[in-house]
T-cell receptor, first 115, second 116 residues
Framework: KAGVTQTPRYLIKTRGQQVTLSCSPI?????VSWYQQTPGQGLQFLFE???????NKGNFPGRFSGRQFSNSRSEMNVSTLELGDSALYLC??????????????FGQGTRLTVV | AQSVAQPEDQVNVAEGNPLTVKCTYS??????LFWYVQYPNRGLQFLLK??????LVKGSYGFEAEFNKSQTSFHLKKPSALVSDSALYFC??????????????FGGGTRVLVKP
């Protein structure tokens, strides 16, 4: 079955602009999580959506937001971009949390460069 | 709060030799533990997990990991490393309580270099 699909793969934006990233989870997965990966901070959790509701949120400023649609696809938005937002943004999909056998499957990521 | 430590930034090993990547964790209650691997410009690939049961967990590509509750460790091992195992390895923990959702906390990663 198809894996996690993230679009676009690469983005270059200017400081102050806003950006929207998209993630299509594995069919049947209702949980979508987003992570930011940078050389300095490593992998950091942004937020998780489950059944169109934000279930968990990491320690990021309000410029980072997300949403999930009824088909489980998710988008994340970053407004007023800063140079420090340059990173690889990874999306992960999982089965329902309540099931024991659940591991996160990751997309290939969106590489965002802010100039 | 949960945390993961990978004490080695890089591990060098000769092809055919055993490979070990270390991981220790801190979490309230029982943990779910995972290992992921990342190749350049790619996302994370799932290797194996510990949920419950046997402390020795077998995963993809000949990797295994040993859960040690008393030492709060979950070290990744491979009996005979291949050059193609050269990559960045991440250990992650997920808490079991409902409020944690599917949130994963990752270690800083360990770069493995397998030399021919």
């Amino acid at each position: 079955k198809a894996g996690v699909t993230q679009t676009p793969r690469y983005l270059i934006k200017t400081r102050g602009q806003q950006v929207t990233l998209s993630c299509s989870p594995i069919s049947g997965h209702r949980s979508v999580s987003w992570y930011q990966q940078t050389p300095g901070q490593g992998l950091q959790f942004l937020f998780e959506y489950f059944s169109e509701t934000q279930r968990n949120k990491g320690n990021f400023p309000g410029r980072f937001s997300g949403r999930q649609f009824s088909n489980s696809r998710s988008e994340m938005n970053v407004s007023t971009l800063e140079l420090g937002d340059s990173a690889l943004y990874l999306c992960a999909s999982s089965l329902d949390q309540d099931r024991d056998n659940t591991e996160a499957f990751f997309g290939q990521g969106t590489r965002l460069t802010v100039v | 709060a949960q945390s993961v430590a990978q004490p080695e930034d890089q591990v060098n090993v000769a092809e055919g030799n055993p490979l070990t990547v270390k991981c220790t964790y801190s979490v309230s209650g029982n943990p779910y533990l995972f290992w992921y691997v990342q190749y350049p410009n790619r996302g994370l690939q799932f290797l194996l997990k510990y949920i419950t049961g046997d402390n020795l967990v077998k995963g993809s590509y000949g990797f295994e990991a040993e859960f040690n509750k008393s030492q709060t460790s979950f070290h990744l091992k491979k009996p005979s490393a291949l050059v193609s195992d050269s990559a960045l390895y991440f250990c992650a923990v997920r808490a079991l309580h409902k409020a944690a959702g599917n949130k994963l906390t990752f270690g800083g990663g360990t770069r493995v270099l397998v030399k021919p």
